[in-house]
């Protein structure tokens, strides 16, 4: 069966957040750092973001296996946590995940971030029309590339 990406309802939050701590398990485990933001999320946090932006989920076989989250202001659209099961890995739900967030939100400046420390994110994005513009460094373990694309 193929994925299909679907706006998430409430009742999913637990399970996102779940997969949400898989897939960024190994992010966090090549960094030494397991205290990184997405692993230390709580449900209340995602609710929040549920409630003021929007997130979608990837069904693969009646489970969620992917997710990106979105929240619009003014003419950006920032996109967080894009998320894809590790099982479910280099099959194009990333890429399927961020051009759903492109159509719905059309001719907008796309903005997400990411950490050096997983290149493989940074290809995705670049295959997708993402470039670079800014860099941090946060703490000596965790610097965060920013990442835009500009659709008009």
Known sequence: MDAV????????LAEILQLQYSAFYTVAESMGDFSIPPLTQ???ELTDEYEHGLVLKLVCD????G???ALVKG???YVGKLIVS???RHRGYGSRLLAEIEK?????RYELFTSVANPENIRLYEKNG???FDRKTVSPNLTFVYMEKICS
Do not use: M
């Not at 990406?5 to 409430?10: E, G, Q, V, Y």
């Not at 719905?104 to 907008?108: M, Q, Y």
């Open 5 to 12: 990406i679907l706006k998430a309802s409430r009742d999913d």
């Open 42 to 44: 709580t449900i209340e």
């Open 62 to 65: 009646d489970i969620i296996v």
């Open 67 to 69: 997710s990106v989250r």
């Open 75 to 77: 003419d950006t659209v």
């Open 86 to 88: 590790p099982g479910y």
């Open 104 to 108: 719905i939100f059309p001719e907008k």
């Open 130 to 132: 993402y470039v670079i």
